[in-house]
Nanobody, 127 residues
Framework: QVQLVESGGGLVQAGGSLRLSCAASGRSFSSYAMGWFRHAPGKERDLVACIKWNGGSTHYAESAKGRFTISRDNVKNTVFLQMNSLKAEAKAVYFC????????????????????WGQGTQVTVSS
């Protein structure tokens, strides 16, 4: 059974930083692309960033480019999202899903391409 546990969320002032972590278990972590999505009230669940199974490529939403960095540690079965210069619109629950298919040439931008989801971690940015 796959388990994904997100942590690191919290309340931060606008302009501040947070580092989210996601610990994975139950499937060969290093074989699957991972993503970070966020879900704000009244909005769709949107991609923030994703990373290829071996960390060899990444993809970011326009809103995240230049400020957020996704990384992974395939020894510790953990994926990270470093978020800098946070804005109020970043307020959401953040999830780190694991892709349906193993290996692959990159990572995926739509929720349906991910098979497993954690409970999420809340990020709140005060202005």
């Amino acid at each position: 059974q796959v388990q994904l546990v997100e942590s690191g969320g919290g309340l931060v002032q606008a302009g501040g930083s947070l580092r989210l972590s996601c610990a994975a278990s139950g499937r060969s972590f290093s074989s699957y692309a991972m993503g970070w999505f966020r879900h704000a009230p009244g909005k769709e669940r949107d991609l923030v960033a994703c990373i290829k199974w071996n960390g060899g490529s990444t993809h970011y939403a326009e809103s995240a480019k230049g400020r957020f960095t996704i990384s992974r540690d395939n020894v510790k079965n953990t994926v990270f999202l470093q978020m800098n210069s946070l804005k109020a619109e970043a307020k959401a629950v953040y999830f780190c899903p694991q892709a349906r298919s193993y290996y692959g040439s990159g990572c995926y931008s739509t929720p349906s391409q991910y098979a497993y989801w954690g409970q999420g971690t809340q990020v709140t940015v005060s202005s």
